[in-house]
């Protein structure tokens, strides 16, 4: 069973920046070779912003975040992270984290993040951005 615990969320201004963290539990670490986070905002669907195939690191992120938003991964405790900076009020969403067992595969053809990778998420963490 994997277990994921996302962190990290709040309250910023335009602008600014908020660092997303996602703990795997420790069953899960040596399972999933594909890590990503999406996004949900009020009234839209859950988007793909960012993944990285834990394998080797390769990533992938979301176009209208490309150069704001990065993904990175510490494999020693398990966790991922999701630095976002300059934000946007169009940024505000529940933000989730995502765990797959195929390398990202479907992802690395479209270029872009698709949630047929993912078969666990996080509850998600809210993200809100002010003007």
């Known amino acids: 069973q994997v277990k994921l615990v996302e962190s990290g969320g709040g309250e910023a201004q335009a602008g600014g920046s908020l660092r997303l963290s996602c703990a795997a539990s420790d069953d899960s670490v040596s399972s999933t070779n594909c890590m990503g986070w999406f996004r949900e905002a009020p009234g839209k669907g859950r988007e793909g912003v960012a993944l990285i195939r834990t394998d080797d690191g390769r990533t992938i992120v979301a176009d209208d975040v490309k150069g704001r938003f990065a993904i990175s991964q510490d494999n020693a405790n398990g966790t991922v992270y999701l630095q976002m900076n300059n934000l946007k009020p169009d940024d505000t969403a529940v933000y989730y984290c995502?765990?797959?067992?195929?390398?990202?595969?479907?992802?690395?053809?479209?270029?872009?993040?698709?949630?047929?990778?993912?078969?666990?998420w996080g509850r998600g963490t809210q993200v809100t951005v002010s003007s």
């Open positions: 995502a765990a797959g067992l195929d390398g990202c595969f479907r992802s690395m053809v479209v270029h872009t993040p698709s949630r047929a990778d993912f078969d666990y």
